[in-house]
């Protein structure tokens, strides 16, 4: 006898255990009642077409907590009229693992219709999830409206050394950001766990399972004390990943022209955009530090960029780097501190990209910044030589105006 489960049942019991497990409600029987009421009810007014005003949270159990139905109009531009046509009932769809091949976040409008979440802060803790928001490269790309739906929905989670946040191949949840804390990232390797990166005091992790539908890829652990700002999966997906098909459209024509990445697969160059944030900085801006500490990888959208050594205290331009060339990757590569200072000529975008999808995405482009990077020594030890003849300006070409030097 087969018995058919219900389309979606499987989605509506995760769903309902993740808020469980987030509220810890004393009593999750009335719990329960409450949040299916909830939802009846936001289903019932959707069905409707009555007003999207906040309504009581089904999460009622933490204080505070608010879910709101999205406003249709707010989520709605151009193109995107047709598929959202209100209203609609939420209908919950099965999560299977996608590949990002097959990846088409308009297949899934359903999710994107769910309720608005919003999470009410303290001025003191939208400070400061602001600050730790502030470089986040998936949030680059948000319009303001978008942004402020992120930060509303965010919520606060202190952590204590050894506690795992997430589990390799367990279903996505959330997407963090770190606000403080130290934390291990662990992969399995021939069924052995192996420490393969950390993140120190800043970034962003859990994005992948969430964009792509997939499990999560790597375990992370905490290995201090610290603070996470957790996004749901909803609104990740609702918010995110549908700013990253508008970011491929975008960017598609552009990185195919980028001769460092002719050697990926075009999906992997769309992956490579998923995790990309624009970045502009103006006249003379300094967009590295040479002695930093690095985290990111830059590509030049538009505009020049020019790096400069500092020996001595004597300023030296060993490259300019402009519409398609890239920089920022010695450091990354080498494991060491930056070995020049990055400034902007005139108004400057990059794309930006951190240290851990550089380490994921960028693998087959290794060996040519490697070859690249075999140069540098070459070509800086022939500039100091020009320098002390003082024939700098007699010189042939520019190093570094085909390839970055640092
Ligand atoms: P996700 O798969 O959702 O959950 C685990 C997270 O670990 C993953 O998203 C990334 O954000 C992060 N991560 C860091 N380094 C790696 C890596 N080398 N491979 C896969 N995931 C990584």
């Known amino acids: ?49 009555g007003s999207s005003e906040s309504l009581p949270s089904p999460t009622a159990a933490r204080p505070g907590a608010v879910v709101s139905f999205t406003e249709p109009d707010a989520e709605r531009s151009g193109e995107e009229d047709e598929e959202l046509v209100a209203p609609v009932a939420i209908r919950f769809t099965r999560r299977v693992s996608v590949s990002a091949e097959t990846y088409n976040p308009d297949d899934e409008d359903e999710e994107l219709r769910e309720p608005r979440i919003v999470h009410p802060k ?15 490269l998936l949030f680059k790309n948000l319009d303001a409206e978008q942004m ?16 795992l ?25 021939d069924g052995l766990e192996r ?10 992790f859990g994005e992948l399972a969430l964009m792509y539908n997939t499990q999560r890829a790597a375990t992370i652990i905490t290995t201090s004390a610290g603070a996470l700002w957790c996004l749901d999966r909803m609104t990740f997906r609702r918010i995110i990943v549908r700013n990253n098909a508008k970011k491929r459209k975008l960017y598609e024509a552009f ?56 020996k001595k205290g004597a300023e030296t331009e060993i490259a300019v780097c402009s519409r398609g060339q890239y920089f920022g990757e ?24 951190d240290v851990q999808a550089f380490e994921r995405l960028l693998g087959p ?31 042939g070409p520019r190093p570094g105006t085909s390839e970055v030097l640092r």
């Open 255 to 310: 990185v195919e022209s980028v001769p460092l990445l002719e050697s990926l697969q075009s999906v992997e160059r769309m992956k490579v955009v998923d995790v990309l944030g624009c970045q502009t900085y103006s006249d003379g801006e300094r967009i590295i530090a040479q002695g930093d500490s690095a985290d990111c990888f830059y590509i030049v959208e538009s505009g020049q960029v020019r790096i400069v050594l500092n």
């Open 122 to 136: 303290t001025d003191e803790q939208r400070q400061r999830l602001q600050e730790a928001c502030k470089h986040i």
């Open 165 to 189: 946040i997430i589990e390799q191949d367990d279903d996505g949840d959330n997407f963090y950001v770190i606000e403080r804390g130290t934390f291990s990232i662990y992969m399995k390797v």
């Open 365 to 395: 482009c290794k060996d040519i910044m490697k070859r690249n990077i075999a140069n540098y020594e070459e070509q800086l030890a022939r500039l100091f030589e020009r320098d002390v003849d003082g024939h700098t300006e007699t010189a």
């Open 195 to 204: 420490l393969v990166g950390t993140y120190n005091n800043r970034g962003s």
């Open 148 to 163: 402020s739906q992120v930060l509303d929905a965010m919520f606060e989670r202190r952590v204590e050394v050894g506690e």
């Open 1 to 49: 006898m087969s018995i058919e489960i219900p389309a979606g049942l499987e989605d509506l019991l995760v769903r309902f255990t993740v808020e469980v497990l987030r509220n810890q409600p004393r009593d999750p029987l009335d719990f329960a009642v409450q949040y299916f009421q909830r939802l009846n009810q936001n289903q019932n007014q959707n069905r409707g077409g």
């Open 330 to 353: 010695l450091a990354l590569i080498t494991n060491k501190p930056r070995a020049a200072s990055a400034y902007a000529v005139g108004t400057v975008k990059c794309l930006v990209m």
